[in-house]
């Protein structure tokens, strides 16, 4: 059974912190691209920052570039989310997505999501 289960996620002041973690099970999770989406209220999912398998290439959305960091830890089945100088822009639900090619087809899970609020 696939799982992606999200945590880290809270109120914060803007200006603060927070680190999102996502655990993976059930999916070779050392072979799979990961990402991090976000969607607020009335708005559609953003793709907000991916991971190569490998860890080799990250890739953000120029609306967190220099604030957040993508990282994974293969031997612990886990991709981060290190979210600097939130804003209150920032405020949605968080979900964690692996992709993975295997045989030809591409194969996409999803985590249930954690709620980021920012706010004074």
């Known amino acids: 059974q696939v799982r992606l289960v999200e945590s880290g996620g809270g109120l914060v002041q803007p200006g603060g912190s927070l680190r999102l973690s996502c655990a993976a099970s059930?999916?070779?999770?050392?072979?799979?691209?990961m990402n991090w989406y976000r969607q607020a209220p009335g708005q559609e999912r953003e793709l907000v920052a991916g991971i190569t398998w490998s860890g080799s290439s990250t890739n953000y959305a120029d609306s967190v570039k220099g604030r957040f960091t993508i990282s994974r830890d293969n031997a612990k089945n886990s991709v981060y989310l290190q979210m600097n100088d939130l804003k209150p822009e920032d405020t949605a639900v968080y979900s964690c997505?692996?992709?993975?090619?295997?045989?030809?087809?591409?194969?996409?899970?999803w985590g249930q999501g954690t709620q980021v609020t920012v706010s004074s």
């Open positions: 997505n692996g992709l993975l090619l295997r045989s030809g087809l591409k194969y996409s899970y």
């Open positions: 059930g999916f070779t999770f050392g072979l799979s691209d």
